[in-house]
Structure formats: C-alpha cells, structure tokens
C-alpha cells in the first residue's frame, strides 16, 4: 500500500504540527536551532513557520502537511536527476 506522505508524517508524529525544534531535528539536522530559529523569522526555511504569539521568545511550530508538501518536491527531483543518469 502506498501511503501518503503526510498521513505517514501523522502516524509518525501522532500530531498537525510539531515544533521548530523537532522539525530542524528530524528533517534538517545540519542547521542549530539558533540559526533556524533567525532563519524562521525571515521565513527562509523549507517550510512556513507559525509562532504561537508576536513575542521572540513564542514557541514556534511547523504544520506536517508543509512538510510532507516539501519532501514530496524534494524526492520528485532526487527521482528525476535518478532518471537522467539510469535511463
């Protein structure tokens, strides 16, 4: 059975959303939380980022169908280049 991704990413995190942190952790791992969290200011991750309050210090969250959308697109290119070289 073929599964979406973002129903895999629900079953995995058991949530909608989850937080910068986990989402840097889990899928970007070579930026530090710091230089996401600059980063989630100017919007300039892979994905959206919603703060939970106006204030810098809010908690900061990043929705699963974003990033599901963003893996999605990433493996589609990873296929293509794949293919150019395998046919």
């Not at 989630?40 to 106006?54: G, H, N, R």
């Not at 589609?76 to 293919?83: C, L, M, N, Y």
């Amino acid at each position: 059975m073929n599964m979406p991704t973002q129903q895999k990413l629900l079953l995995i995190y058991g949530k909608t959303h989850i937080t910068l942190e986990q989402a840097v952790n889990d899928w970007i791992p070579h930026i530090n939380v710091d230089t996401a969290r600059r980063r989630a200011k100017a919007q300039t991750l892979p994905w959206p980022v919603i703060a939970s309050e106006e204030s810098q210090k809010s908690s900061c969250f990043v929705s699963i169908s974003a990033i599901a959308e963003w893996l999605d697109q990433r493996e589609e290119k990873a296929k293509e280049a794949w293919d150019k070289i395998h046919n």
